[in-house]
C-alpha cells in the first residue's frame, strides 16, 4: 500500500505530537508513525515542566503532579545540602502516560492519523519505508518531520546535523506516600555517582524519581550501578525505601546545544532530534514545545506557498547562538572529574553570589530562544 500526505512526522514523543497537532489544525495532512506499540510504555524522561512551560503551554490538565518549590543542592557524602526555596510554583512532574495518551487524543482530534508499532526505515525510491505489524509500507510525504529523538534517523536521511554530544540518564519510579514535607528536588554532584551531570530525587509526595546521569564512558563500574548505588543512600526518600517493583527509564540526552543544520528542503528536525535541549541543565521538554511551534509555522508557510523557500528559515545556527552562556557552562560541569572536586565547589555555591547564581539557573526565566516568526503567505 502506498499513501499519499502532507507531512510524515516520526515519533510521538512531545515534539512530535505537538508539531504533528499543530500542523493538523491548519488544515494539513499528517501522519505520525512512532516504533512504540503503546505511548505510556518506554518513557524516556522524569517529566519535570518548568514554571515558564506551564504558563505558556496548556498541558492535559490532570496530568501534572503538585508544584514543587524546593531544591537541595548536596556536596559528594549528601552533608549540609544547600537550600533554595522559591516563592513560586517552579517545577511540576508530568504524569507522563497518561500525558503522551492525552496529547495523542488531542492530536487524534485535530486530524493527525496515528501509527503505532511502525518503524521509519530510511528513504526509498521517492517514498519513505515504515515497517509495523502488517508488513512495510511506502509512503509519499512532501515534507518529512524527524522527531525520533536523539540519535535520528531522519536527520541521517535528510543529510542534517546530528547529535554527538550526548550523557545518559537512568532513573526509578515509585508511588511514594504522602512525605507530610513539601515536596523536594534533590540534585547531588558527585561524579562517581553522575559524571558530568547530577544524581537526583524528585519527591512531590505522589510518586518519587531516582535517577543518575552523565557521561556513558565515566561511570566507575557503569550507570546501572551507579543507580543501585545511589538509590540505596539517596536523599528525600521515605523511611521504608524503594519498592521491589519499580518503572525503570532511561535513555540518551543531547547537550551539545541545539543543531546548527536542522532544516532542509525535503524537511527538518524538532526535539531532541534537533539537540533542543539545554546543554546545561538537560532539560528538554520546553524546548522541545517551543522549536515545535516553530516548525510548525515554517511547515505551515511552506505547504501554503507549495514551495520549500521557508524551510531556509529554519535555523538551527541562529538560535543556537543564544546557548552560548549554557555551552560554556556545560564545558565547567563536564570537568568536575572527581568527589573533591565537586566537594571543593561548594563552599563558592554556600556564599551569597553562589547561591544567587544557583537560584539564577534553576528559577530563572531562561528558555528556549524564540525563535524570528516565519512570515506568512496571505491566504
Ligand atoms: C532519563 C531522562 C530524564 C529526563 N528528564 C527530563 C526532565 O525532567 N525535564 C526535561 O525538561 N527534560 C528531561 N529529559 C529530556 C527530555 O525528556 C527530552 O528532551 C524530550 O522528552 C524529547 O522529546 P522528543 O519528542 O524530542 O523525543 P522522545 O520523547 O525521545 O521521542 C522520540 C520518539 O521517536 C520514536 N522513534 C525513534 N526512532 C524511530 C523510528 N525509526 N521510527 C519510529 N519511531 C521512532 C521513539 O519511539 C520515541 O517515541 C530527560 C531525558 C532523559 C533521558
Redesign the pocket.
Known sequence: MSDDVDVLV?????????TATLLARRGHDVLL????PT?TG?????????RK?LDDFALPPGCLGPPIRRVLLYPPGLRRPVVLDSERDEFR??DMGPLYAASARTAAAAGVRIVLA????GRRDGGHL?AGPDGRVRVRARFLVG????????ARDLGLDRNRHL?????EVFAVPDPGEPPAFHCVLDPSLAPGYLAWV?NDGRHA?V?V?GYADRFPGGMRRALDRFAATAPGLPRAGRPEQVER??????VGGLLRRIGCPDGLL?????G???PL????????LRLSEHAADVLDAALRTGRPDPLAGYDGAALRARFRGRLLLRRGLARLRTPAMSAAAFPLLRTPLGRAAARRVLFGDHSFPDPVAVPLPVR
Open positions: 516520526v515519533g510521538a514523543g512531545l515534539a512530535g505530537l505537538h508513525v512512532d516504533r512504540r505511548l518506554a518513557i524516556r524522561t522524569t517529566g519535570i515542566f518548568v512551560t512532574v508530568g511502525t518503524r521509519y526505515e515504515l522527531a525520533d529523538g536523539a540519535r535520528s534517523r531522519v550523557l545518559v540518564g537512568a532513573e524528585v524519581h535517577g546521569a527509564r532511561g535513555g540518551p540526552i543531547p524538532v526535539g531532541d532530534a534537533a533542543a535541549v539545554s541543565t538537560a532539560g528538554g521538554l520546553d524546548p522541545c
